[in-house]
């Protein structure tokens, strides 16, 4: 989960800003990402990949990495902090910083980062050479699926479910789903995201809500690109300011247009918002 700051660096004046920061800060083409803090499953999963990896590549020259060590991704003029990398290469495995040249990477979904991790991000480690096997782990389905690089830069999705064990070609490796998933209730997979009609909104930290003069519209802007507003949309989410409840955003808009009923659509609008990670209350 990220943030935009409104700081523009050098590759190079990054890595010294980074090592003062007390948080994590990814980085794209001079831009500087601000990461939030992972639900606990998240960690959980993250963990049990990493140890399972450690456990089967030991007496190997492939080491396995979570999330404090950076990746650079040097044609993207990018770094990242993946959830979990492997590298077989000599110069990683003595590198203090940053690694370079992992062959496979994984990165466990949150609601927030679920289209970048699928998307953007996606991209931007399809261009690493040394990268074989990006693997995307969905918690609420506890499905895992690893896209394997193919002759001519072609990626084909092997799709792991159930009893199955996730293959990694490029390390010669399996894991147990059931070890993936260790420690993961039930519960947690099917937690509903629902709008409290008592508690105040805010938009979240993680995106931005602004006019784009060139589309004449509002949009809102993230890490992995923007999306574009409708009038209605964007009346709703600038009143998402942490000061108005479901109740209040209804009144208020309802006396502007001059309008009733107008309940159910901003409902549900606020309910989407909240699944994609837009808006946050609490």
């Known amino acids: 989960m990220q943030t935009t700051l409104q700081y523009r660096f050098s590759a190079a004046d990054y890595l010294i800003w980074e090592e003062t920061q007390a948080e994590k800060h990814e980085f794209v083409a001079g831009e500087v990402f601000a990461m939030t803090g992972a639900r606990r499953e998240h960690v959980v999963v993250s963990l049990n990949i990493a140890s399972a990896l450690k456990q089967q590549l030991r007496d190997t020259p492939c080491r396995a990495y979570i999330a404090d060590l950076k990746l650079r991704v040097e044609a993207a003029d990018a770094f990242f902090y993946p959830d979990v990398m492997v590298s077989c290469h000599s110069a990683d495995n003595k590198a203090e910083q940053y690694l370079t040249q992992p062959v496979l990477i994984v990165e466990v979904l949150s609601d927030s980062t679920a289209a970048y991790d699928r998307g953007d991000k996606f991209a931007y480690y399809r261009r690493l050479d040394s990268l074989q096997e990006y693997v995307i782990v969905d918690i609420d389905s506890r499905r895992v699926e690893c896209f394997r ?55 979240s930290l993680l995106h931005r809500l602004q006019w784009e003069e060139a589309q004449q519209k509002y949009v809102i802007l993230y890490p992995e690109g923007m999306v574009e507003l409708n ?20 009144a208020e808009l309802e006396a502007k247009f001059e309008a009733t009923g107008l309940s159910n659509d901003i409902h549900n609008f606020l309910n989407i918002a909240l699944q994609n990670g837009w808006i946050k209350q609490g």
């Open 149 to 203: 690089r193919a002759t001519n830069n072609e990626w084909l999705l092997h799709d792991y479910q159930g009893e199955h064990d996730c293959k990694s070609d490029s390390l010669g490796i399996s894991l147990p789903l059931a070890e993936v998933f260790e420690d993961i209730e039930p519960a947690e997979l099917t937690k509903p995201m629902t709008i409290n009609p008592d508690q105040a909104i805010q938009f």
């Open 231 to 250: 009038q209605s949309s964007a009346e709703i989410l600038k009143l998402c300011d942490g000061a108005h409840n479901p109740a209040q955003i209804v």
